[in-house]
């Protein structure tokens, strides 16, 4: 059974706006920090935002804080990251990842979702 499964993306104009979902199993999202990790077409996978288990820590990449934002519901053990005036920059894979911490480093998330793809047309 998958412990993360992502939701929510799709084919959105430029300025539009998404929001994708995380649903977590109960042991990572109690334990582990969620978060979002994006790869667009032929580039390597970057980190885009994530949330500490408690709520109370949310990071947010530089160049996207202005427009993204990452929350939680913890009725339902989902992550949820909201995006706002998308560009076609912003194009890409969203996975949903778990790590023990606030990592920038993809490869220290260990445990991932199969991943959401997010189209933006100019």
């Known amino acids: 059974q998958a412990e993360l499964v992502e939701s929510g993306g799709g084919l959105v104009q430029a300025v539009g706006s998404l929001t994708l979902s995380c649903a977590a199993s109960?042991?990572?999202?109690?334990?582990?920090?969620i978060g979002w990790i994006r790869q667009a077409p032929g580039k390597e996978r970057e980190f885009v935002a994530t949330?500490?288990?408690?709520?109370?820590?949310?990071v947010v990449r530089e160049y996207v804080n202005a427009r993204f934002s990452i929350y939680r519901d913890n009725a339902k053990n989902t992550v949820f990251l909201h995006m706002n005036n998308l560009q076609p920059e912003d194009t890409g894979v969203y996975y949903c990842?778990?790590?023990?911490?606030?990592?920038?480093?993809?490869?220290?998330?260990?445990?991932w979702g199969k991943g959401t793809q997010v189209t933006v047309s100019p």
């Open positions: 949330l500490s288990e408690d709520g109370g820590r949310a």
């Open positions: 990842a778990a790590s023990g911490g606030y990592y920038g480093d993809p490869k220290q998330y260990y445990y």
């Open positions: 109960a042991r990572l999202f109690n334990n582990l920090y």
